[in-house]
């Protein structure tokens, strides 16, 4: 059954530098999502990618953050100046596989991203 | 501000009995619904989704709507030690579709 594919499944960085997280969604899925954990919390919506666009954001996707999808497979999200409180698990969602009409999302293993 | 809630539990129920687990909801206007399961330190893995009122059976679990309430449940019927974890409540919600999330209710399922 294909899965959502994440790397590195842990990243530790220091407060103020680039990290970048990286997916493989499954292939036929059309929409893109990445969410965070911080430890203890819910689960929060980042933002959503469809058609090589971002669909949506929340108010956390501030202009720290981006996405691409440069090569049609890797889809990566990027913080540019890490923060302390960026530290969480990030996921990374597939959905729409274009027959289901009620978008069912597919979550990769993670990322713990913990920012020192 | 769209809100999804649920007990934080633990709810602990023995080994073979059935577990309730139960969501409300805030935004009338939501269309699809979803039961993740969370073990911890992993990543939330679908079990269910509804959309209509009524119940949904998908092997021991099953999944229940009502709209007019604003509630979700899932029923766990012969519960396994293996069911112990967060069951996240999650509401599709939004033209991009972006699911929002319950706290979870964390599942014990004693011997």
């Known amino acids: 059954e294909p899965e959502v594919t994440q790397t590195p499944s842990h990243q530790v960085t220091q407060m103020g530098q680039e990290v970048i997280l990286r997916c493989v969604p499954i292939?036929?899925?059309?929409?893109f999502y990445w969410y965070r954990q911080i430890l203890g919390q819910k689960v929060e919506f980042l933002v959503s990618f469809y058609n090589n666009e971002i669909s949506e954001k929340s108010e956390i996707f501030d202009d720290q953050f981006s996405v691409e999808r440069p090569d049609g497979s890797n889809f990566t999200l990027k913080i540019r100046s890490t923060k302390l409180e960026d530290s969480a698990m990030y996921f990374c969602?597939?959905?729409?596989?274009?027959?289901?009409?009620?978008?069912?999302?597919?979550f990769g293993p993670g990322t713990r991203l913990t920012v020192l | 501000q769209k809100e999804v809630e649920q007990n934080s539990g633990p709810l602990s129920v023995p080994e073979g009995a059935i577990a309730s687990l139960n969501c409300t909801y805030s935004?009338?206007?939501?269309?699809?619904f979803f039961w993740y399961r969370q073990y911890s330190g992993k990543s939330p893995e679908l079990i269910m989704f509804i959309y209509s009122n009524g119940d949904k059976e998908d092997g021991r679990f099953t999944a229940q709507l009502n709209k007019a309430s604003q509630y979700v449940s899932l029923l766990i019927r012969d519960s396994q030690p293996s069911d112990s974890a967060t069951y996240l409540c999650a509401v599709l919600t939004g033209t991009a579709s972006k699911l929002t999330f319950g706290t979870g209710t964390r599942l014990q399922v004693t011997l």
């Open positions: 969602a597939a959905g729409g596989a274009g027959k289901s009409s009620y978008n069912e999302q597919f």
């Open positions: 935004d009338r206007g939501s269309q699809s």
């Open positions: 292939s036929n899925h059309l929409y």
